[in-house]
């Protein structure tokens, strides 16, 4: 593996073998410093990550026990019932909670069955209750699409613009329908954000993100230079080819 140079965090650029070790190895580390009880690892949805889960499952990397004593949620989430194929949160619970035996009470999914506006505002208050006023996740997983969205805050959407210095909330994406996410200022509060991108088909979208000019309206994974600090990364060499 090698690293990249960027004002985005740290860039790690290897194998999808080795980048899925790293995606453990970070949370893992993140977790083992945690100095509270209630450690909050937010998932979230896309090919690569549902790879990474049936790969932490196949490979035995997460023991049953541990993953009982993580609370998981989603950082974005489909405004679509949880045993829909389209569901974030749906997808993690069959491909990882449910087989490695993660209790309900572990488990955070967003209220998707409520309005949009009720379940972003129920979902604040569960994570009030679980990290506190001012932290969300202690890991944060996140992808990034080939326009350069990353969890759900796609190009040109108002909680871009402006989230009210709210962690989280929901907005209407053109063609994609309702979307919850964490905001801005959510990503902002993360103690650890990892980004996995993987493939040719990333490498004009991580070019614009890292190495063109800021536009986060229109390239919105830029707003991770905000928190740079706590961003890593994960991308194989497909996806890092234009850097
Ligand atoms: C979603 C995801 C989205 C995803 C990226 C990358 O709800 O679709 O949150 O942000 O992570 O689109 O997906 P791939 O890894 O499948 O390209």
């Known amino acids: 593996m090698r690293e990249v140079k960027s004002d985005y965090g740290r860039v790690i650029v290897g194998t999808k073998a080795e980048l899925f070790q790293q995606a453990f190895d970070l949370g893992a580390a993140e977790r083992a410093k945690a100095a509270h009880s209630r450690f909050l690892w937010a998932l979230t949805g896309g090919g690569t990550p549902k790879e990474w889960y049936q790969w932490l499952v196949s490979e035995k990397k997460l023991s049953p026990a541990d993953a009982s004593a993580?609370?998981?949620?989603?950082?974005?989430?489909?405004?679509?019932?949880?045993?829909?194929?389209?569901?974030?949160?749906?997808?993690?619970e069959r491909q990882l909670l449910a087989p490695l035996g993660v209790p309900t009470d572990r488990r955070h999914p967003w209220m998707v069955a409520w309005p949009v506006a009720e379940a972003a505002e129920a979902y604040r208050r569960t994570m009030l209750i679980l990290a506190g006023p001012a932290r969300t996740y202690d890991v944060c997983f996140l992808g990034m699409g080939d326009d350069c969205h990353t969890a759900s805050l796609f190009p040109g959407t108002p909680l871009l613009r402006d989230d009210g210095g709210l962690a989280f909330g929901g907005q209407e994406v053109p063609g994609k329908g309702w979307r919850l996410t964490i905001t801005p200022t959510g990503l902002r509060q993360c103690g650890l954000i990892v980004v996995m991108t993987l493939g040719a088909g990333k490498a004009d979208a991580?070019?614009?993100?890292?190495?063109?000019?800021?536009?986060?309206?229109?390239?919105?994974?830029?707003?991770?230079?905000?928190?740079?600090?706590r961003v890593v990364w994960l991308v194989d060499e497909a996806a890092a080819a234009k850097l």
Not at 206 to 222: E, K
Request: proline share 4%; hydrophobic share 40%.
């Open 70 to 92: 993580i609370e998981w949620t989603v950082s974005d989430e489909r405004h679509v019932l949880l045993d829909s194929a389209e569901s974030n949160f749906g997808n993690a």
């Open 206 to 229: 991580l070019h614009r993100v890292l190495r063109g000019p800021d536009d986060v309206l229109n390239v919105p994974s830029q707003i991770l230079k905000t928190c740079a600090d």
